[in-house]
């Protein structure tokens, strides 16, 4: 069983900040806790061609020829490579451009002290994070950073869920990368984190039964020392260490 065993945590579908500082203040006193903020990337060109294939297969369960445009999507699927690093897709842009205009507003990255942030290397989750916190990078070459930032890094950790890490008993890998993800998080000197990343990789690593939807943000609690989360706002237990909560 991972370490981060359950989520729990406060969804910022509307960018509550107020409610958030005040809900992350009863969580924070003790100096190893970090605030680390989960941000999946917004719609990709793979996510809008997978959208076209389940529409394909949706038409015809009612009878119905799937349109062209619906058709020419789902084959472009045949190309693994291209799926496994996207670009973000028209609709993703207009997701950042939203999302970025409401973290803008609420001062979000100022009001909650965001100290680093790190995405995957990802064509889709590098063009989120730059769109959305005005930060990333290439390898070891920050490309944008923005004021108040200490850090902003790039790493292999984050990458989403291979083609080769989908077949039967090769699970192990996966495991491995999200439990050096939570070593190498642990190890950060910073407390105020964001994470741009996967759905799969998120969904794997807090143990879930849904996956975040692109360009959501999702506060949690970390704490290295035990390698658990602790809820905020929420009374926790043995049996049961963290409780959903939504804003």
Known sequence: TMPISRIVIIVLLLCCTITMADATATTTNESNVKTVYLIRHAESEENRRLGSLKKCFGDLGRFSFPTSTDIAASVALI?????????????????????????????????????????????????????????????DTVLKQRPGVKRVVETTLLMEKTPAEWIPGNFGSFQKRMTDFEAWLGQQDETNICIVGHSQFFKALLELDFKFGNCDVWQLQFKPSAGQQQASNEECNDDKPLNEHKV
């Open 79 to 139: 190309n693994i490579p291209a799926q496994v690093d996207s670009d973000v897709s028209a609709v993703g842009e207009a997701q950042i451009e939203r999302v970025a205009q409401q973290l803008q507003a609420d001062h979000f990255m100022e009001q909650h002290d965001i100290q680093l942030v790190a995405h995957s290397p990802l064509k889709r989750a590098r063009q989120t994070c730059e769109g959305m916190l005005q930060c990333a990078a290439v390898g």
